[in-house]
């Protein structure tokens, strides 16, 4: 099967950062590299480590959306309706500082799975394979100055730290790249 590819890029106004995606897809993975250049004059935050049950993980959230796209988040996942949590799960961010390219990728297996936190480990019987029709990777950065005090990240991982700051741009690529998903039919699955 050949592989196809996508490249995206998008660019912030408020934190100078240009994110930059390329999509690979074989008959067993999807992989995606992401590159993001901070242009700015000052630093900014960059999700890039959601928890996955207890782990901060390079895989972003994936849920198949109605309309067919397959959403890479790394945003936080918002709680379901009929979910009580104290706290959101946190994703973690790390410093881009200014000028300073910043490399990472991720690999998910073929035909991706639907998760995020709030969804149980075990995949449900009767999943149902169905083509995505396009990808849509979906972070935000906010700037250094409006962050505060950043909290610390797992210990095993240093450079990631917890923060939400005022001034941040949502940065979103859409690639038409069609990729096999492995929907979940569990009554209870959040979509978002």
């Known amino acids: 099967m050949s592989t196809p590819i996508a490249d995206g890029s998008t660019a912030g106004k408020h934190t100078g950062l240009l994110l930059t995606a390329r999509l690979t897809v ?17 630093g900014a935050y960059l999700r890039t480590r959601p928890m996955l049950y207890g782990v901060a993980t390079r895989r972003p959230y994936s849920v198949l959306r109605d ?14 309706p009929n979910l ?11 410093l881009v500082a200014p000028g300073e390219r910043y490399e990472d990728s991720f690999e998910i297996a073929i035909p991706v ?3 995020h936190p709030y969804c149980p480990l075990e995949y ?5 394979r169905v083509m995505a029709k396009s990808v849509l990777l ?9 962050v505060g005090t950043p909290r610390p990240g797992p210990e095993n991982q240093p450079e ?3 923060v939400w700051g005022d001034v941040r741009d949502e940065l979103t690529i859409a690639l038409e790249v069609a990729v096999p998903v ?5 009554p209870g699955f959040y979509r978002f």
Request: charged content about 20%; overall charge negative; glycine content about 6%.
């Open 26 to 42: 074989s008959e067993t993975a999807l992989r995606m590299t992401l590159t993001a250049e901070n242009r700015g004059t000052g």
């Open 84 to 94: 009580n949590v104290l706290a959101p799960t946190p994703v973690y961010s790390r």
């Open 138 to 146: 979906v972070t935000e950065a906010c700037t250094a100055d409006s």
């Open 182 to 186: 492995l929907r979940r039919t569990d």
């Open 124 to 128: 449900p019987p009767g999943a149902q």
């Open 160 to 162: 990631l730290v917890y």
């Open 113 to 115: 799975e639907e998760r």
């Open 67 to 80: 309309d067919g796209t397959l959403l890479l988040s790394y945003l936080p996942a918002p709680t379901p």
